[in-house]
DNA sequence: CGTGGTTTTGAAAGTTCTCAAGATTAGTGG
DNA sequence: CCACTAATCTTGAGAACTTTCAAAACCACG
């Protein structure tokens, strides 16, 4: 056993493909991914329009998805934590729909897709999970679709803390207190507001005690008032 | 040959499941495909927390999906069409995720998400279609979560107009004039704006000479502004 | 320790919403 | 086929929320 990192000892697992898969099956999946190079803080992964060879899995690190609309401005549609896939916003026609870009240093997973489409013809619990994937990816989008159309820029930003915090849970990390490794225009451009106006709600979240704010570092104070706000 | 609907020759085909099938695999695909009973419009296919058995392939008709909110608010998260397939968020945990409702009489397909499952594995063509529509799907869902962010009521409603006659067209009908079964309300819902606005903007519209509006019935007058306006 | 990028705060300006009422359309039963 | 009722759509005016513009404070990196 090397140091190398492999399916089987990847602590992101049971987000990732291999959920559902047995060990032995977890193994076969493994052969066919590569390591990526290490991404340095606004290095590009993906391009769009690029054809789609591989589909990438976060190890670490963090990255945002976006893209460029008529007048050249980045509208983001995504914010990538370890355990997510990428890529499968280019399935329609095999070429990349998004740029995808590194918030920090990250570490990614390389799947290549033929690879990955032969092995899933021969095991179920790949399709599945494959499958689940892209439905979770579908369900929080729109989601996400009816929390922006419904609600004020406060409900948003609570919505968008509280998704992060039970994002963060998932990955055995605390939903209390988290690091946010996006700008304020980042948030503000996700959620169609401005970035005075992230600004603004994040102090007014802080004087009436939710959440304490230091840099990029938040605290929720109560994350049962944050949903409430949020609902 | 009865007069019965199959996949061999139905004209939504190419946009459906059986895309990329050979003769031979469609027929295979019909035999797992079952018709569901006419809905009238109103009528409700889906509750959301229902069991996802069935994934359904709309024949002709329309509906409308959509979740219930804290407040007991509709959340309107898309419109399907013809050839559409519908169920794809539920896949997640097996459970839908929301409602869905027909807007007028509507004719639908009933494919067990088992059997496709299973004929998915013998038939590459079944799984790479499964994930292009499920990949358009989300890409059609992360582009007008731009929309929605970035842009004023009017180019959201152009955006909306524009989509929709895309798709129509798509489905071999017109894309210069089409009949919306979808209310005003419907529609300012799945925006994210009030009736009145929607109202409003077709008005301004229709006097800027680029659509005509006759009750449901719209005429795209040029769709060149059309699309500008939507830019 | 300076420079550039990011964040915060204030005040004025816009866009869209809400409320209200009237007009039109669709659906139902006689 | 008409009349009636409910639902949908349109239009206006004031209110509300968020944006834009402007400037200062802060942080981070070389």
């Known amino acids: 056993m090397t140091s190398y990192i492999h399916c089987q000892n990847c602590s992101m697992a049971t987000l990732c493909l291999p959920y559902q898969l047995s060990p032995e099956q977890t193994e076969k999946l493994d052969t066919i991914i590569q390591r990526h190079r290490p991404m340095q803080k606004k290095d590009v992964l993906i391009h769009s329009g690029e054809p789609l060879k591989y589909l990438y899995a976060v190890r670490s690190g963090s990255l945002k998805s976006y893209t460029i ?15 997510d896939l990428i890529g499968f916003d280019g399935l ?4 990349h729909r998004s740029f995808t870009q590194a918030l920090e240093t990250t570490m990614l997973c390389e799947i ?6 032969t092995l899933s013809a021969e095991l179920p619990g790949l399709r599945k999970q494959l499958l689940r994937l892209m439905s979770g990816e579908l369900y929080a989008s729109k989601t996400l679709l009816g ?23 998932q990955r055995g990390l605390s939903n209390r207190e988290f690091r946010l490794s996006m700008t304020r225009a980042d948030i503000a451009n996700y959620l169609g507001l401005s970035v005075e106006t992230i600004s603004r709600i994040l102090t007014n979240l802080q004087q009436e005690e939710v959440i304490r704010v230091t840099n990029k570092l938040v605290t929720i104070e109560s994350l049962e008032k944050l949903r409430t706000i949020a609902a």
């Open 147 to 169: 929390t922006l159309n419904h609600h004020t820029a406060q409900q948003r930003l609570a919505h968008f803390l509280v998704t992060l915090s039970s994002r963060f849970q």
């Open 112 to 117: 290549p897709m033929q690879s990955l489409d």
């Open 69 to 83: 609309d008529s007048q050249g401005d980045e509208q983001i549609i995504d914010f990538h934590l370890p355990g």
């Open 92 to 95: 329609i026609d095999g070429e």
